[in-house]
């Protein structure tokens, strides 16, 4: 099961114990977008507990900001601060973008991610997605084309959770594992340091009230990372319910298999998950807001750049195409083709990277003979055109850029 969880702020939802089992309820019957309100954090329940059970078993966290009044209120940090061991899963998306304009949308965009910044602990940028998510007419239409592209991305980005759900489940696996880890260090020196007869109530408040030392000790002597710890305060308000004397030290055969696991067997199963990905059928989430989004003349850069003329019965590259033969008649051809040497002369002066011409070639040598014809000439520069004027260059040439001498019926 896809599962997304939306973060925004609706106080006014769920303002009690019973609003909350209401609104738990709707969501685990929903089978495809789990959708989540946070809520103001002065409620009668551990409102981060919820939000980290929640973020435990979803694949995807998506916190939803307005271009037009962006805030990050006291309520809205604590919640992304709740959420600080799940930044992998976390996306923004920077809403009602098209209210304001474009110099104004790059200071917001600044601003959002110098705010982030400081709340997220995270060496990576976490990906934010601008637009304008509702079915109206654009208020400031400048930036149309960025909005598109970026609501593409973000469909992309949903649509795919499904793929990789066996090695987010997987990675979380090794999470718990090195967690579990920790928890066995930590209970093992805490262990070591009780008394044996008398002293034990006074010996665990102590051990508790320095238990950032433990820490700091076990991080040092088992070389573990500092992320890997649970937070302290939590930790420090579980110990204080805890009987020590039924504590445990550590087992080191235990430990061993715990090690061989996330050595050995891990690296295994991630070759079989990936096997398997491969084996089986891409698999996406269909319906609702993503059907239409990709076919048909309003799909996202539908009749741009290297589309352009799809619905043509013209070649549309014969537009431009006497000013193209005038170079290649320059080149000096043999048998009516131009070598790749000759048409590499030409083609560098697009200054455009050798790679990006590589593919341009690869393209248009439609009868792959290692020469270029006049058509396939004409083409190669119609695909340079398309990558100056910033459009991205196709994978495969569509059905319609083959010129007609070359097209089979």
Not at 12 to 24: A, I, P, S
Not at 53 to 81: G, N, P, T, Y
Not at 125 to 133: A, K, Q
Not at 290 to 301: A, I, L, Y
């Amino acid at each position: 099961m896809c599962q997304v969880i939306f973060f925004t702020i609706w106080s006014h939802l769920v303002r009690t114990k019973k609003n909350l089992k209401c609104v738990l309820g709707c969501l685990l019957h929903m089978n495809k977008v789990c959708v989540c309100v946070c809520v103001c954090v002065c409620v009668g329940y551990d409102f981060a507990a919820v939000l980290e059970w929640f973020a435990e078993r979803v694949d995807r966290i998506i916190l939803l900001f307005d271009a037009h009044k962006l805030d990050i209120s006291d309520e809205f940090s604590e919640v992304i601060k709740a959420l600080k061991n799940y930044e992998d899963k976390m996306r923004v998306v920077l809403n009602k973008s098209d209210q304001i304009g474009t110099q104004q949308l790059m200071r917001v965009y600044g601003a959002l991610m110098w705010s982030l910044g400081k709340i997220v602990n995270t060496p990576e940028v976490i990906r934010v997605y601008i637009g304008s998510f509702w079915a109206q007419p654009l208020l400031v239409a400048d930036n149309r084309k960025l909005f598109e592209a970026e609501e593409q991305d973000l469909f992309r980005d949903i649509q795919s959770l499904p793929r990789n759900a066996a090695l987010r489940k997987l990675n979380d696996l090794i999470k718990r594992a090195r967690l579990a880890k920790v928890h066995a260090y930590i209970i093992s020196a805490l262990k070591k340091e009780m008394p044996n007869m008398f002293g034990k109530e006074s010996k665990k408040k102590e051990l508790i009230a320095n238990l950032g030392e433990i820490y700091a000790m076990v991080e040092k002597e088992y070389q573990i990372s500092p992320g890997d710890f649970p937070k302290l305060s939590k930790m420090q308000e579980i110990l204080a319910i805890q009987d020590f004397s039924k504590f445990q030290t550590i087992k080191p055969k235990l430990m061993e298999a715990v090690e061989d696991m996330l050595t050995n067997d891990i690296a295994r199963l991630m070759v079989l998950v990936r096997q398997e990905e491969a084996a089986t059928p891409s698999q996406t989430v269909q319906g609702g807001a993503f059907e239409g989004t990709k076919n048909g003349p309003f799909g996202h850069g539908y009749g741009e750049g290297a589309g352009a003329g799809i619905d043509e019965l013209e070649w549309i590259v014969a537009r431009d195409k006497p000013s193209y033969d005038e170079i290649f008649f320059m080149l000096s051809p043999i048998n009516g083709k131009v070598s790749g040497a000759m048409a590499k002369k030409e083609m560098i002066k697009s200054k455009l990277p050798n790679t990006i011409l590589g593919k341009i070639w690869k393209l248009a040598d439609v009868d792959g003979d290692g020469y270029l014809d006049i058509e396939e000439f004409a083409l190669a520069n119609h695909l340079i055109k398309v990558k100056l004027e910033g459009h991205e260059l196709p994978a495969d040439l569509p059905h319609h850029l083959v010129p007609p001498s070359k097209r089979t019926q």
